[in-house]
């Protein structure tokens, strides 16, 4: 299984135990499951991590955003888009959706209502964490 998380769902996976961090817990445990993500999502992400009220929340359990995004950046595997499609009226999404087809992906996991209506592009769906959990807990991705 091929996923691309947006990075609505890896920044909620930092800050509480949800279902977008059960869903990184339950990815770590199954080894046929690859994370991608792009420059652009990377970027995106020390982006939000560096904004205060993030790093106000990493403070508390002593950890810097360099250090989460170096994390991150291990268990995920880069691929570079060759072109970025103008299919919702979010440029950032559109990014989302270029590195999940550079990656061939199966699932992009959001929490954006804008990609989340689409339900699926070029054969990519596009779910919610709980979703892409279910689905990976039924074995059915």
């Keep these: 299984m091929r996923l691309v998380l947006d990075t609505n769902v890896v920044f909620s996976a930092l800050r509480w135990r ?26 995106e992400l020390a982006e939000v991590l560096a904004r ?12 810097t955003a360099n250090a989460v995004l170096a994390l991150y950046r291990q268990v995920v595997e880069v691929v570079e888009p060759a072109f970025v499609p103008r299919v919702v009226r979010d440029a950032d999404d559109d990014q989302v959706i270029a590195a999940a087809l550079a990656a061939q992906a199966d699932f992009i996991v959001s929490g954006d209502d804008d990609l989340l209506a689409i339900g699926s592009y070029q054969g990519i769906r596009i779910v919610t964490a709980a979703e892409a959990l279910r689905r990976i807990e039924a074995g059915n991705g």
């Design 18 to 43: 949800g279902k977008p961090y059960q869903l990184l817990e339950t990815l770590s445990q199954h080894p046929d499951a690859r994370l991608f993500s792009s420059p652009a999502l990377l970027e």
């Design 52 to 63: 205060p009220m993030a790093a106000q929340r990493l403070a508390l359990v002593g950890v």
